[in-house]
């Protein structure tokens, strides 16, 4: 049981290039999610889908774009990638959300390097 | 924005002792949730808290919810160097997804 699977682990791009960073979870979860991490600012959410066929804007979504290709996939798109989105790229899936039990289940992370 | 802050930024204890962190929030929430991170890993998720509740416990964690203060604690009993790694708080309010704050970093040594 793969859990949440990123893809690529480490990325590094020029800046205006794009790039998707792929998300797949095997846990027949219906929401899933997509978070930043930079040091010193914990972790903060870009978008997020409740269930497949619907995406919602987080705190940060200036930037990106997303897709909930299907219930298992959700990939988050930079189209021109700037400086300020190097960071560590989380994604996460849980049952439910909202003001459910929404434990959430981490990939290992995707580490982006945009110069 | 982020809802939770967690306290001490930074904590180094020995084998054995007890760890304790805080954390408070701003905003009512349905559930509190703490996840740890090992370095260059994903979170995982350790134990959560709902509102009407007011300690949980799970094999060394304890968890404590005072809604009144807008705070909760996490503690670890008899630390392990196994334990060292990053704890972070998250909230649930009546948005859909978490809110983390920005951690406290946990060193145990031998």
């Known amino acids: 049981n793969a859990g949440v699977t990123q893809t690529p682990k480490f990325q590094v791009l020029k800046t205006g290039q794009s790039m998707t960073l792929q998300c797949a979870q095997d846990?027949?979860?219906?929401?899933m999610y997509w978070y930043r991490q930079d040091p010193g600012m914990g972790l903060r959410l870009i978008y997020y889908?409740?269930?497949?066929?619907?995406?919602d804007k987080g705190e940060v979504p200036n930037g990106y774009n997303v897709s909930r290709l299907n219930k298992r996939e959700f990939s988050l798109r930079l189209e021109s990638a700037a400086p300020s989105q190097t960071s560590v790229y989380f994604c996460?899936?849980?049952?439910?959300?909202?003001?459910?039990?929404?434990?959430?289940?981490f990939g290992a992370g995707s580490r982006l390097t945009v110069l | 924005s982020q809802q939770g802050e967690e306290d001490p930024q930074a904590l180094s204890i020995q084998e054995g002792e007890n760890a304790t962190m805080n954390c408070s929030y701003k905003?009512?929430?349905?559930?509190l949730q703490w996840y740890r991170q090992n370095s260059g890993r994903g979170l995982v998720h350790l134990i959560l808290?709902?509102?009407?509740?007011r300690e949980k416990h799970s094999g060394r964690l304890r968890v404590t919810l005072d809604t009144s203060k807008k705070s909760s604690s996490l503690l670890i009993t008899a630390s392990r160097a196994a334990d060292t790694a990053s704890y972070f708080c998250?909230?649930?309010?009546?948005?859909?997804?978490?809110?983390f704050g920005k951690g406290t970093s946990l060193l145990v040594t031998p």
């Open positions: 996460a899936s849980s049952p439910t959300g909202g003001a459910g039990a929404n434990v959430l289940t």
């Open positions: 846990m027949n979860h219906n929401s």
């Open positions: 889908s409740a269930s497949e066929g619907t995406t």
């Open positions: 905003t009512s929430i349905n559930n």
């Open positions: 808290i709902r509102s009407n509740e």
């Open positions: 998250a909230t649930a309010n009546s948005g859909y997804a978490l809110n």
